[in-house]
């Protein structure tokens, strides 16, 4: 763990013992098994609004706190230890970055005050296909009556059927493929036209397609420049990229203290499993590479708070470093518990399907060896 | 020591290298015994006495026995500021394994007696030392060691054979594992003495490596004799000593050889130079550029850790069980960047000697295979892997029995 602040370990040890109390993996597979369309339980999500987590990233004048990236990572370890679901990451984190990077002072006036208090959930619509590449965006924006009309399909939207307001990137000239010509636009859930429907996925989170038919947003829902949003569409993912690694870092974590518990508890042979070297060295390995993906998700979040010139190599990193990580441990998870992993009864289905499906959201890893490459000119 | 403190040494410190450091010696990153001119040996040699006097050749050990009674951060500032300006300490490079390894553990474990007399010597680098540890049959299980000391009154009588003793035929004292009870179990029949090269009983030969020349030796003692007064620890208390020792040499072998001081410096680089890009700019070779950025990334993440644990322990780095992570983590950067770069240079990067060859492709074979003992000397990667799952992870014992 970084040397961490004061206020950043009351933080992380309310985070953990909240986390750990009211909210552990049980109460995921409990809202699982409910079905619930939301995919998270509401008071779990009121609670996380009642301690102020909403707030993390939000200036004191729009209600919240402004204690930067590092800290709000450091609750999402916490919360990644324990799958918990809510649409914290995607509004608080991901659209919140959206709107103090991009928006002007009438929008953050707006919306961010209302984040803080929950009454808002944010959520970036950048995905159209099934590979991330966020200069393919094809979603079409017309200018029409002092407006643009949105034509076009958005998917994997994280928390899309529990977010009030998704910011949309869309396409306001040239072609799928260009990096200008793409503008971020403010969409109101419930703005005619736009209709949504959640996606099943693997690991019982919430996501959401959405169609937008003749969408019409007046011209102040503008976030950012028109046709230059695409510089702050990446900087917005490099912080999406570095929060979701520090979630990752917790689920892998966590799937690390499981495996390493029952290595030292299951006997076989008459002896505890961890006694074979074979075990030992795989945990070592296992050891090795998480203590470097923590160096790697923590310094990102640091260069994000210092405002560094390299967040786009030092986010990529993190998130390939950290997925790669995660995905092992994943795997070893299952086969070092042997048949129990494979039970449904048993947690270690719930990290691996999480594992998969947060490598892949905002890029896995070979999109993000090949962005870090690019970044350091090769 | 505060911020501005650290910032009024960085200056002094600055001041004394400006006013001491001949500019002539900037990067020349040479032993004494590669520099065959004879005026700039001399000027090596003036450095050496300015470095020593300062105390700067340990830095951080007590003025008493030759440092500078300096803080791990003042230490880290001179070696930075040194960096700077391509300035070399030929101290630890002329005290073998003085500064790293046999110091540290005499500060720790010696008497006032054996501090006096050894440690000036290391810290002005006019002392070298070798360690004879591994033997033929005892390499990884170093515990089974067989050379033997017997007690003679005053001093022990040592009888056996070490290897990988290295700089043994340059170096003026040793620090040896000996076997002084052989009825014990075997981690309980071990001592550490200390003794000098120069004697009848002690015969060293160089060994050749697949690198070619190297500085490694084999070291034979044929009645040699140890001082009792250069018994280091307790007698058959060894064990404790060199397990010590080791994590002193782990704790000095945990920055990667092969991560660039900058990226200009940087394996894409050369790569681009070798094999060219595509109209983007990307290198021609798809699948050697992934290679090459998931080292890159390798390398970057291991910097981070080294810089995560040091900034943990508040400026203080401990000796730890984490340095087994970072050794690793290091050998593979280290290796993996001379097989890459192997790779890159293709037809120009097999060459043994001659002129067909740059210096360059040449230096990358003789580090690739010469690189290959990193993951063997100092504990091998098998052998860190056992450390960080007993220590760390607290898994059972799966090796040593007795």
Redo the contacts between chains.
């Keep these: 763990?970084?040397?961490l602040t004061e206020e950043q370990s009351m933080l992380r040890d309310q985070a953990k013992s909240w986390v750990t109390e009211q909210s552990p993996v049980v109460k995921f597979r409990a809202m699982r098994d409910s079905g619930v369309e939301l995919k998270y339980t509401p008071t779990t999500w009121e609670a996380m609004v009642e301690m102020g987590w909403t707030g993390i990233l939000v200036p004191e004048e729009f209600g919240g706190s402004d204690l930067g990236y590092l800290t709000f990572g450091v609750v999402l370890e916490e919360l990644g230890r324990q799958l918990t679901a809510s649409p914290l990451f995607a509004s608080a984190l991901v659209g919140t970055s959206a709107v103090l990077l991009a928006g002007n002072d009438q929008q953050k006036q707006a919306l961010l005050p209302k984040v803080v208090d929950g009454s808002e959930i944010l959520s970036l619509a950048v995905d159209e296909t099934a590979r991330h590449a966020p200069a393919q965006t094809a979603l079409q924006a017309t200018a029409a009556d002092g407006g643009f009309t949105l034509q076009g399909e958005k998917t994997f939207v994280m928390e899309g059927m529990a977010a009030t307001t998704f910011i949309v990137a869309a396409r306001t000239s040239g072609t799928a493929g260009d990096e200008s010509g793409i503008t971020l636009f403010l969409v109101a859930a419930d703005a005619a036209g736009l209709d949504r429907s959640s996606i099943h996925t693997v690991d019982s989170r919430g996501y959401a397609h959405l169609n937008f038919n003749n969408v019409v947003v007046a011209a102040d829902s503008v976030l950012g420049q028109v046709d230059a949003g695409y510089a702050d569409l990446q900087a917005v993912l490099d912080r999406a990229s570095a929060g979701v690694a520090a979630e990752m870092l917790g689920t892998g974590a966590q799937a690390f203290d499981m495996t390493?518990e029952y290595?030292?508890t299951r006997e076989q042979f008459g002896?505890?499993i961890?006694?074979?070297?074979a075990?030992?060295?795989r945990?070592?390995?296992l050891?090795?590479a998480m203590?470097?993906?923590?160096?790697?998700a923590?310094?990102a979040l640091e260069a994000i708070d210092s405002n560094a010139d390299n967040l786009a190599e030092v986010c990529s990193?993190s998130k390939?470093?950290v997925g790669d990580f995660l995905h092992v441990m994943s795997n070893q998870l299952i086969q070092i518990h042997g048949g129990i992993g494979m039970t449904d009864e048993f947690d270690a289905g719930f990290y691996l399907k999480r594992a998969r499906v947060l490598e892949t959201a905002f890029g896995n890893q070979?999109y993000h060896?090949?962005r870090?490459?690019?970044a350091?000119?090769? | 020591m505060t911020e501005t403190e650290l910032t009024q040494f960085r200056e002094s410190t600055r001041a004394w290298l400006a006013d001491n450091f001949p500019a002539s010696l900037a990067n020349k990153m040479l032993g004494y015994e590669r520099i065959s001119d004879p005026e700039m040996a001399q000027q090596l040699e003036a450095w050496r006495q300015k470095l020593a006097e300062q105390g700067w050749g340990a830095p951080t050990w007590p003025k008493e026995y030759g440092g500078a009674a300096l803080s791990q951060p003042e230490a880290r500032v001179i070696s930075q500021e040194m960096a700077k300006i391509g300035a070399m300490n030929p101290i630890p490079l002329l005290a073998g394994m003085g500064v790293t390894m046999v110091g540290p553990t005499v500060l720790e474990y010696g008497t006032e007696e054996q501090k006096q007399k050894h440690l000036p010597g290391i810290a002005s680098g006019e002392v070298r030392w070798c360690l004879g540890l591994s033997e033929p049959n005892a390499g990884s299980d170093l515990a089974s060691l067989s050379t033997k000391a017997v007690d003679e009154g005053d001093y022990f009588v040592l009888n056996g054979q070490k290897i990988w003793t290295s700089g043994a035929d340059i170096s003026q004292w040793c620090g040896a594992l000996v076997r002084t009870d052989s009825t014990a179990k075997k981690r309980d029949g071990i001592s550490f003495v200390m003794l000098p090269m120069d004697q009848e009983g002690v015969q060293t030969k160089p060994i050749r490596l697949i690198a070619g020349a190297s500085p490694f030796c084999e070291t034979f003692f044929n009645d040699a004799r140890a001082e009792k007064a250069d018994l280091l620890g307790d007698l058959n208390d060894g064990w404790s000593v060199v397990k010590r020792l080791l994590q002193h040499e782990r704790q000095s072998q945990t920055s990667a050889r092969g991560a660039p001081a900058n990226?200009a410096d940087?394996l894409?680089?050369v790569?681009?130079k070798y094999v060219g890009?595509d109209g983007e700019?990307?290198?021609a070779d798809a699948d050697l550029?992934?290679r090459?950025?998931?080292h890159?990334?390798?390398a970057?993440?291991?910097g981070?850790?080294v810089?995560?644990i040091t900034?943990?322990a508040?400026g203080n780095p401990k000796v730890s069980a984490?340095a087994s992570?970072l050794k690793?983590?290091a050998t593979k950067v280290a290796q993996t960047k001379s097989e890459l770069t192997m790779e890159v240079m293709g037809n120009q990067g097999i060459g043994w000697e001659g002129d067909h060859f740059t210096s360059d492709e040449l230096n990358n074979v003789r580090e690739w295979l010469s690189g290959k003992a990193i993951s063997i000397y100092g504990g091998s990667y098998?052998v860190?892997?056992?450390i960080?799952?007993?220590n760390?992870?607290?898994?059972?014992?799966?090796?040593q029995k007795g």
């Design positions: 763990m970084a040397a390493l290595l030292k002896r505890v961890g006694s074979f070297q075990l030992g060295h945990a070592a390995e050891y090795t203590e470097l993906a923590r160096s790697c923590e310094h990193l390939c470093r070979a060896r090949d870090y490459a690019k350091l000119g090769f | 990226k940087g894409q680089e790569a681009k890009t700019g990307r290198l550029r992934t090459i950025a998931n890159l990334m390798d970057q993440a291991h981070l850790t810089a995560r900034a943990e508040r984490a992570i690793n983590s098998e860190q892997n056992n960080i799952s007993k760390i992870l607290g898994l059972p014992e799966t090796t």
